[in-house]
């Protein structure tokens, strides 16, 4: 070997490894149920103008939405909402929907829907089996007669340790 050839061969070595160890990392974290990341993000980004227009129209219908967890004595969880309106009337006739996640374990997304039990008050038995921070992407449809449908999109932590809603994430 040429005194001096060590060098490249030492940068190749160098270069390799990295490549490598990226490699390594990708192929551990590829099904790592707490590694996760939004799905369909780019068609998300392009349309972010028009989701803020239907977050405002959201907000402007000045709703909120009360959450409680209930264990079963079969295993199971209750997750029981009611939706109100700006005066704190409860709503009745949405059609509810949501996407569910355990915040340790964000791969793992279930979509849900509620059905209502009495005026106001809908009710899902989701797959909460593991304890702690829970995601409620929540999306509830409300057709008013003679009037514009009503669209409502609210975000919210669950503590299924406390069995009660925590304060929501900041904007």
């Known amino acids: 070997m040429k005194p ?3 060098w490249p061969i030492g940068i190749a070595l160098i270069l390799a ?5 990226n490699l390594g990392v990708i ?3 590829r099904d790592d149920p707490s590694f996760a990341v939004e799905p369909d993000y780019y068609r998300k980004a392009v349309v972010w103008d028009s989701s803020q227009v239907a977050e405002d129209a959201s907000d402007a219908l000045d709703w909120s939405v009360q959450a409680t967890t209930h264990k079963q004595r079969d295993g199971s969880t209750t997750l029981e909402l009611v939706l109100l309106d700006g005066a704190g009337v409860a709503l009745h006739g949405a059609s509810v929907t949501g996407e569910l996640l355990h ?3 964000a791969n793992e997304v279930q979509t849900i829907t509620f059905h209502e039990t009495t ?3 809908y009710v899902a038995r ?6 702690g921070l829970w995601e409620l992407r929540l999306l509830a449809d409300r057709i008013v007669p003679g009037a514009a449908s009503q669209h409502f999109m609210h975000t919210l932590r669950l503590d299924t340790d406390n069995r009660v809603p925590i304060a929501d994430p900041a904007p």
Not at 17 to 21: N, Y
Not at 126 to 131: A, E, L, T
Request: proline residues 4%; hydrophobic residues 40%.
């Open 4 to 6: 001096g050839a060590g």
């Open 17 to 21: 490894t990295s490549v490598a160890g």
């Open 27 to 29: 192929y551990f974290t």
């Open 103 to 105: 915040v340790a374990r």
């Open 119 to 121: 005026a106001g008050q």
């Open 126 to 131: 989701p797959n909460m089996s593991r304890v």
